[in-house]
């Protein structure tokens, strides 16, 4: 069975502080992984999607990572604006009906 | 501009009525996709369709059933709702590789 695990649930951060977002995954095979933010009561908005070990992707603040079993979402000189749930789902190979299993998410406060 | 809409942004509702939930959306996507979302659950998938009439179970179906009768639109029912249905419905759609989703804004539905 796919498994995504996201770590921590929660982090609170100084604004300038850099951190990272961990994303451990279990998948038969990887077809690609997805980044996700979340504001309150919104949607889930797409950030990256990474298909192999090695492979990164930057956007502003942000540059999303991966290996063969985890994912880093790695923010730098964070703002207030950045303050949100990110969410991890890997695509397998293959995989059922949706194809997505997600994480429960890493919720992020940047303090002024 | 790519866009998922939901018809309703809250929604309150008595016990045991019949509940329709609609989403609509613009990109001409094949697949489309009900989740609810509940604290601590992160995103659960209900039912999914990859084509017209065409429908799948997800992972908690129980309770729901849905109707897509063209491409564009995708409509979750409740056919007697209960006080374990109150959660956060967010419709997503996606291209024929399914990986990358886009999500409507949420319906947060209260059954009292």
């Known amino acids: 069975e796919d498994q995504v695990t996201q770590s921590p649930e929660a982090l609170r951060l100084q604004e300038g502080e850099s951190s990272s977002l961990n994303c451990s995954y279990t998948?038969?095979?990887?077809?690609?992984l997805f980044w996700y933010r979340q504001d309150p009561g919104k949607g889930p908005e797409f950030l990256f999607t990474?298909?192999?070990?090695?492979e990164e992707k930057e956007k502003e603040r942000l540059k999303a990572t991966l290996t063969k079993k985890e994912s880093f979402l790695h923010i730098t000189a964070p703002k207030p604006e950045d303050s949100a749930t990110y969410l991890c789902a890997v695509q397998p190979w293959g995989g059922g009906a949706d194809g997505l299993t997600f994480g429960k998410g890493t919720h992020l406060i940047i303090q002024p | 501009d790519v866009k998922v809409t939901q018809s309703s942004r809250y929604l309150v509702k008595r016990t045991g009525e019949k509940v329709f939930l609609e989403c609509v959306q613009d990109m001409d996507h094949e697949n489309m996709f009900w989740y609810r979302q509940d604290p601590g659950l992160g995103l659960r998938l209900i039912y999914f369709s990859y084509d017209v009439k065409m429908k799948e179970k997800g992972d908690i179906p129980e309770g729901y059933s849905v109707s897509r009768e063209k491409k564009e639109r995708f409509s979750l029912i409740l056919e007697s709702a209960s006080t374990n249905q109150t959660s956060m419905y967010l419709c997503a759609s996606a291209p024929g590789d399914k990986g990358k989703l886009f999500f409507g804004s949420g319906t947060q539905l209260s059954v009292l």
């Open positions: 998948v038969s095979g990887l077809r690609g």
């Open positions: 990474l298909y192999s070990a090695g």
